[in-house]
């Protein structure tokens, strides 16, 4: 895909997402989810006040949820899913953009 192309984009994140650009927005509602399989095996565990806490490693498996690729599209997911994926068509939020409370209501641009 080239720079500046106009292309198809696809939100498999379960809500929307809102793009803050400079002087608009563009809301992206969610088209699906795209969810990946994992597994925790206990590696340790630790206590904090007295309190067992278990610490533990995370294996992910199959993504579920993504349809295939289609050309001029992309398509938005999670970046665990994203960074657990071989494809080159899936994009997450960056960016972030906080409300006064500190909640992330949107973002300023994509990574891949």
């Known amino acids: 895909m080239e720079n500046d192309l106009n292309i198809n984009i696809l939100n498999y994140t379960p809500h929307e997402i809102t793009i803050f650009l400079e002087n608009d927005e563009i809301v992206i509602p969610s088209d ?10 206990i590696q340790n565990s630790i206590f904090i006040d007295g309190k067992c806490v278990q610490i533990t490693k995370r294996n992910f498996g199959r993504i579920v ?18 960074k657990n994926s071989h494809r080159c068509d899936l994009i997450s939020p960056s960016n972030f953009v906080h409300n006064k409370d500190g909640k992330i ?8």
Do not use: Q
């Not at 699906?32 to 095996?41: R, S």
């Not at 209501?105 to 891949?112: D, L, S, W």
């Open 32 to 41: 699906g989810v795209a969810t990946i399989f994992h597994n925790e095996i």
């Open 65 to 82: 949820g993504l349809p295939k690729s289609k050309k001029n599209t992309l398509f938005i997911v999670s970046s665990i899913v994203r």
């Open 105 to 112: 209501i949107g973002c300023k641009n994509f990574v891949r």
